[in-house]
């Protein structure tokens, strides 16, 4: 996966601290080299945002994005991919109008211990572009000092796509689970649903979908590392997460994948790093 995004802010583009934001993106799944299929596929794009700040913790966001998605198959790409070239072609654009909310009550953005975090963003694809469709997301991070060395931290993300109009929801804005950010100790991008795809030598196989709602949980119990007292720059956690993605409406509690493990927040000299360790609780094969 390779991205390369620039973006540039001007935090008071009005004296009441209104900021605007000029963003320019080109962002590439190459899916054969993560064993996710015979494809590959490119999304670039320009956007113009506004952050509205209305109280000492809560801001509003909105602006446009004008994208161009690709999709490049090859021979032996999987039947529903297939299916999406047949229904947009190759070449698709979107013009997206955005909306966010964000609320950060947070001790530290780097450190926390106590306090939340919150967002939601909500996109549309409008026209005159080619694709209809709409995503959403929900956003929780909740930290509890227990004590002065040890702090509950809990995190939850929900986010659900559908399309509108006449054509159908665009595979590759599909939510995908697995791995570093959702449930660890999975591999990444690897649950939910599958797609059979035809390998060179004969006989198929089952490759991920990705799907068009995305549930994920998170705990951790966050301590300081044996040694170093109460160093907030590098401390301990173990944790238990639990997620899946699931096809449109069809949110199944039974097929929630669990995992657990332990790791290491570590305040670095080159940026905060977050090291872990997972080990699938419920795993199957596939």
Known sequence: QRTIALAYTDPYFTPDGVSRSFDLYTRTLDASELDLGDYRIRSSGVGLRFGVPYTEHDRLSFGLVAERNELRLGELAPDRYVQQVEDFGESATALLAVLGWSRDSRDSAITPTRGRAQSANLEVAIP?????YWRANYNHQWYYPLNRDYTLALYG???????????PYPLFKNYFAGGIGSVRGFYPSSLGPKDTETLIRGGTREVPLGGQMRVIGSAEFIFPLPGTGNDRTIRSFVFFDVGNVFEEGDFDAGELRYSTGLGLNWLSPVGPLKLSIGF???KKDG
Do not use: H, Q, T
């Not at 005159?128 to 209809?132: F, G, I, V």
């Open 128 to 132: 005159p572009a080619e694709l209809r």
């Open 157 to 167: 993300d929900v986010a659900y796509g559908r399309a509108y109009g006449d054509k």
């Open 280 to 282: 699938p609780i419920n």
